[in-house]
């Protein structure tokens, strides 16, 4: 049956992917994120008629048709590319498997093997999404949270602490979930809304599901 186009002439951000920290010329700080859960939601809501942009740590995947594609590697680069969009999109994805810490200082040189231990000092990336849930003015704000325990209380608590309208939890420790797979189970929390399971389901249809429950927040906080 033919896609129908319910999200036409929506402007949506979505990131995807991990970040890249450098250490030195030829070393980083990185993490497994594939950016699978990302680009389907780009072909998602691509397909259903939304314009997209996506911004996108280093990934395998094909470049997908008809989306903006804005490559990034850094915290830093993903924050100025997400800035730089923000004020004309109207929804806001953060699928994206941000560093939340960097090295302090970045080796000009390949680092020596010197001594028997290394230690490298490490500062706080910028929370990108919690900046964008600080600047939002009508944007609908979502976030992921990638949690080995007690999911669904750490995406509350980030829901609220990060002023996100809605979060997409999982617990990346259970079969089937999480960074890598094909599949992924998910907990969808908005504001004020009952908790939705999605689930087993292939990463296009958690897409979609994401997609749907946008929608129907959408309107529920245009009725209120
Ligand atoms: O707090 P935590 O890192 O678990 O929150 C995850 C969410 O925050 C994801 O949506 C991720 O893209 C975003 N994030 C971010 N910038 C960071 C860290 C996480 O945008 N530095």
């Known amino acids: 049956s033919p896609v129908e186009h319910d999200w036409a002439g929506k402007k949506v951000l979505v990131t995807a992917g991990p970040t890249r920290e450098k250490i ?3 070393r980083y700080i990185s993490n497994h994120s594939t950016g699978k859960m990302g680009y389907a939601i780009a072909e998602a809501a691509r397909d259903r008629g939304a314009d997209v942009v996506l911004v996108s740590g280093p990934v395998a995947l094909p470049k997908p048709d008809g989306v903006t594609v804005i490559p990034v590697e ?8 997400v800035m730089q969009h923000l004020p004309e999109v109207e929804v806001v994805i953060k699928s994206a498997a941000v560093s939340d ?3 302090k200082t970045v080796s ?3 680092m020596k093997k010197t001594g028997d231990d290394l230690s490298l000092e490490l500062e706080k990336a910028p929370d990108i999404l919690a900046e964008v849930g600080k600047r939002k003015t009508h944007q609908f704000v979502v976030g992921f949270a990638a949690e080995t325990h007690d999911v669904l209380n750490y995406a509350a608590d980030k829901l609220a602490r990060k002023n996100l309208d809605m ?3 999982n617990d990346v420790l259970q079969e089937g979930a999480g960074m ?17 399971q999605s689930g087993k389901m292939s990463k296009r249809e958690v897409a ?3 997609l749907d ?12």
């Open 180 to 196: 890598g797979t094909d599949t992924n189970i998910v907990t969808i929390l908005a504001r004020g809304s009952e908790p939705l």
């Open 24 to 26: 030195d010329p030829v």
């Open 108 to 110: 000009a040189q390949k």
């Open 208 to 210: 979609d599901k994401l």
């Open 167 to 169: 979060i997409v939890a």
């Open 213 to 224: 429950a946008i929608l129907t927040n959408q309107r529920g906080a245009a009725a209120a």
């Open 101 to 103: 810490y960097r090295p």
């Open 74 to 81: 850094s915290v830093q680069q993903m924050y100025d590319a």
